[in-house]
């Protein structure tokens, strides 16, 4: 996993996301990037999305975010249509979304012709620094949540902190509870850092934020990368997830289940 510090719009423009894609075979138009899943998503940053990703014409589906749709049922109607629109191998899906959305699209990308790349643009604080790193794929069954997936690394993520400023008050929470945890499994000073400047941060002050989003995906980073499949230390990462998911799924993963649980 490699971190670089570009904007979005030197990332785009400077065309670096070319490189993780090869222009399809069949395809007559440049169509690199072949499929575009988009959630509940609006505001800042998408519209500069949107304008780099029309040459590419890319084929989009919009979903209706809830925890619902990250079901077998759904994944596999997706994966349905994209055969039908002749999906191939060296086409690329992108998530551009918070975590359910990354989570339902990195399981199809995982699955789909045994693999195919995968670009996630997480668009909620907890996505940033959580859920778009170390490649986890999801979907939940009656027996709990997220208990069935895949692990399939994206081929890059791109996280801007202007997709936050649309983001509800309560997401920038259950984001910064996130942030939170990953201080309490590794630095002291973070956690201190997180404790002092956490107006700053909810606020979505660039300083403060880009800090605490960086710092918490550096630290599970380190973690990923010396247990990727989850044997042994990563589990640390799940650490408050046994009593939140049990609480979600008798609350049949409703939202407010989810605030519930951030703020205690
Ligand atoms: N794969 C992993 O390692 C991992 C880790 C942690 C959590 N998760 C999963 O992540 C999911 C939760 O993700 P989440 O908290 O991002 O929730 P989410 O995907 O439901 O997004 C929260 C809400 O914010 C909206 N939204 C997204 N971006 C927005 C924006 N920029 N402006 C305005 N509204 C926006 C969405 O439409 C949605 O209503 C859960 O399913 C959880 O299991 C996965």
């Not at 029309?54 to 049922?73: A, G, M, W």
């Not at 794929?137 to 936050?164: A, C, E, H, M």
């Not at 509870?177 to 606020?203: D, G, M, T, V, Y």
Request: aromatic residues 12%; glycine residues 8%; hydrophobic residues 35%.
């Amino acid at each position: 996993m490699k971190f670089c510090n570009d904007t979005l719009e030197e990332f785009l423009w400077t065309k670096k996301i070319k490189s993780v894609n090869k222009k399809p075979a069949k395809r007559t138009t440049p169509c690199i990037f072949g499929t575009l899943f988009l959630g509940g998503t609006s505001g800042h940053g998408r519209s500069k999305i949107f304008n780099f990703l029309k040459i590419y014409n890319p084929k989009i589906y919009r979903l209706s975010v809830s925890e619902k749709i990250k079901s077998f049922k759904v994944a596999y109607k997706l994966i349905e249509n994209m055969l039908n629109d002749d999906l191939n191998r060296s086409d690329c899906i992108i998530s551009f979304g918070g975590g359910i959305l990354g989570d339902l699209s990195a399981f199809i990308s995982s699955l789909t012709k045994r693999g195919v790349k995968f670009i996630n643009i997480p668009t909620t604080l907890l996505a940033q620094v959580d859920s778009s790193i170390g490649g986890k794929t999801g979907i939940n069954s009656r027996y709990g949540k997220n208990l069935i997936g895949t692990f399939y690394q994206p081929n890059l993520v791109i996280s801007d902190t202007n997709f936050l400023k649309s983001l509800p008050k309560r997401e920038i929470i259950c984001g910064y509870a996130e942030i939170l945890k990953h201080s309490l499994i590794s630095s002291k000073k973070f956690f201190l850092f997180l404790s002092k400047n956490w107006n700053q941060i909810l606020n979505l002050k660039n300083f403060y934020i880009q800090k605490a989003i960086h710092k918490s995906c550096l630290i599970k980073k380190q973690i990923v990368e010396l247990d990727e499949n989850e044997k042994n230390l990563r589990k640390i990462l799940n650490f408050g997830h046994t009593f939140a998911h049990g609480f979600e799924g008798a609350k049949k993963f409703s939202k407010k289940s989810k605030l519930t649980f951030c703020i205690t």
